[in-house]
């Protein structure tokens, strides 16, 4: 199987609704109607690539910026949807470009298109998305060799000059409210009994001193929707996704993790200390995960049907921290 632009799974966590994360605000959550067919989308791949012609095409989950279209399941095409999208997909080709040559991970390599419309191609990454069910279902050797992949990733992505990202086209990560707000927003839709871990969590989040690692470039989006792990193999083959990847505090770059599992989190830190010589806060960590969370609740609190979900993350997060 491969995975790229995949379907949420029934049970998801607030990171299953990450692709919204500093885009979806501008709609008021709603996304705005695709001026895109998959019929015409296919006449633009096959005027660019005749050989394509007896291929099967298929129109993936729709991004804000972008449509893609996945092409025998070894193709993905994108069409940004607006000028904006447009602006986004350039970044990410410069990106993704400074990435792969900084980093020995697989990610997409892009190459764009500016005629008849603009559109980007790369290979499909061969593999499926990683959740928890899964993650526990891996023995302990699969789930180190997990830990150390990622460690190594973390280290040679935050090892790119910020100043070489900047001029690839990253942006600053989207920075979250600060503690009032954030619990002004949750009052209507948090439970009572995790108000108390919402106070403690905002209380943490009020005092916490910068970053000591200041700001670098970074994934900041390290869950399991965005991996293409070979099942079968117990191996992960690449990541992908970079869409909120940017300059922002480096532990926050670790906390996305946990949406698969803690122990994950573990062995990617380890291993990434081994590697740098430098030492993860796993505290600073772990709040920064709570925080993460109440934080995705307080951004969607006025949206119903996303609810739900986001409260549940929370909680299992309580039951993780006690």
């Given at each position: 199987m491969t995975a790229e632009f995949p379907a949420f799974p029934d049970r998801y966590f607030p990171e299953s609704l990450n692709a919204l994360k500093g885009r979806r605000h501008c709609f008021g959550g709603t996304m705005p109607a695709s001026p895109f067919e998959l019929s015409s989308l296919t006449e633009v791949i096959i005027g660019r690539f005749p050989g394509l012609?007896?291929?099967?095409?298929?129109?993936?989950?729709?991004?804000?910026?972008?449509?893609?279209?996945?092409?025998?399941?070894?193709?993905?095409?994108?069409?940004?949807?607006?000028?904006?999208?447009?602006?986004?997909?350039?970044?990410?080709?410069?990106?993704?470009?400074?990435?792969?040559?900084?980093?020995?991970?697989r990610v997409p390599s892009l190459t764009l298109f500016e005629s008849p419309v603009v559109f980007s191609r790369h290979d499909k990454i061969a593999g499926d998305h990683l959740v928890t069910a899964q993650y526990e279902a891996l023995d302990d050797a699969a789930r180190q060799a997990l830990g150390e992949a990622m460690g190594h990733f973390y280290a040679q992505l935050h090892n790119i000059d910020p100043a070489d990202a900047v001029a690839a086209g990253a942006l600053p990560v989207e920075t979250w409210l600060d503690a009032d707000e954030i619990l002004r927003r949750i009052r209507p839709v948090l439970p009572e009994t995790l108000w108390p871990f919402a106070e403690a969590i905002m209380a943490g989040w009020r005092d916490l001193d910068p970053d000591p690692y200041g700001t670098i470039y970074g994934f900041f989006d390290g869950h399991g929707w965005n991996m293409a792990f070979?099942?079968?193999?117990?191996?992960?083959?690449?990541?992908?996704?970079?869409?909120?990847s940017g300059l922002g505090p480096l532990h926050q770059d670790f906390l996305y993790s946990n949406l698969i599992s803690a122990d994950l989190t573990a062995r990617i830190i380890a291993a990434y200390e081994r590697e740098t010589g430098r030492h993860i806060d796993r505290e600073r960590v772990d709040l920064l995960t709570g925080t993460h969370r109440l934080w995705e609740l307080a951004m969607e609190a006025h949206l119903p049907a996303h609810i739900d979900a986001l409260v549940e993350a929370i909680a299992l997060w309580t039951e993780r921290t006690r």
């Open positions: 012609e007896n291929a099967s095409f298929r129109l993936l989950a729709e991004g804000w910026d972008s449509v893609a279209v996945d092409v025998d399941d070894r193709i993905i095409f994108k069409f940004p949807r607006h000028e904006r999208g447009e602006a986004a997909l350039r970044r990410e080709v410069n990106i993704l470009g400074l990435v792969g040559a900084n980093v020995d991970m070979d099942h079968a193999a117990g191996r992960l083959n690449g990541v992908y996704d970079f869409a909120d």
